[in-house]
């Protein structure tokens, strides 16, 4: 017949006084507090594998971990091992996912998918680019893991460039983030690309013309033409010429 284990009490466990050899206290379930002679108090649970070994899980010291926690902890563990999963292995892979997520930081996916680019870019696209990210996007969000990113972040990061007057450059970089996102979705390190659902967060850009003149200032600028024809190729003076007759007038 099993013996039978009374559970625990608040003050059985707080008042668990060292001796000379470490000693366990038993609140049923496998579940116990280990406490060593030193003093410390680390709540552990002993199972059985689904190979029938033996095993044990480490929930925590007390009174960080309080007994109703270390408790619940037992309860999911239960919960697993009448899955068929093993605790502790479900542990080390919870643990090594977690690993994995914050090493995959915004900075680590954005110099990644740079990396894929940069052969079908020229020099100078290559150098902006990064020099932008480095500049504006890397030191605000950069050591963030990308999956723990919200709206907030991403728009607090172009809100600044644009409020520094270089509004521009936001939208740019905006665009930039939209794709840095879509590639991590790609290689499956996000659910979500945050900057497709931001249509309205940056002002509006005003619609700018190209330099003109006036039909008064065609005089001088056919002498200036006349002046530097030695310096033009033919087909450059030609097509000056063309583009003279054959435009319409708002052009």
């Known amino acids: 017949m099993a013996k039978l284990i009374v559970p625990l009490t608040e003050m059985q466990v707080r008042n668990a006084k060292r001796r000379e050899k470490a000693y366990r206290i038993f609140d049923g379930g496998g579940l116990y ?39 619940e ?27 994995e997520e914050a090493a995959n930081t915004f900075e680590k996916i954005a110099r990644e998918w740079y990396a894929t680019k940069v052969p079908t870019w020229s020099e100078r696209t290559s150098k902006n680019m990064i020099q932008r990210l480095e500049a504006d996007i890397f030191p605000e969000i950069g050591s ?19 409020e520094r007057g270089a509004a521009e450059i936001a939208h740019r970089l905006k665009a930039v983030c939209k794709k840095i996102f879509s590639y991590a979705i790609q290689c499956g390190l996000t659910d979500r690309n945050l900057v497709v659902d931001m249509t309205d967060v940056l002002k509006t850009r005003r619609a700018s013309h190209f330099a003109a003149i006036d039909a008064d200032e065609l005089p001088a600028f056919l002498g200036a033409i006349e002046r530097n024809e030695a310096r033009m190729f033919q087909p450059t003076r030609i097509a000056l010429r063309l583009m003279l007759l054959g435009v319409r007038q708002n052009e």
């Open 73 to 99: 902890k037992r309860l999911e563990a239960r919960r697993l091992i009448r899955q068929g999963v093993d605790p502790a292995r479900h542990r080390d892979d919870a643990k090594r996912r977690a690993a």
């Open 33 to 71: 507090l280990e406490v060593a002679p030193g003093g410390s108090r680390i709540w552990r649970m002993k199972f059985r594998q689904t190979n029938g070994k033996e095993n044990i899980l480490t929930f925590g010291p007390y009174p960080e971990v309080t007994l109703e926690e270390a408790r």
């Open 144 to 162: 963030r893991p990308i999956n723990e990113l919200k709206h907030r972040d991403i728009i607090t990061t172009l809100r600044k460039i644009e």
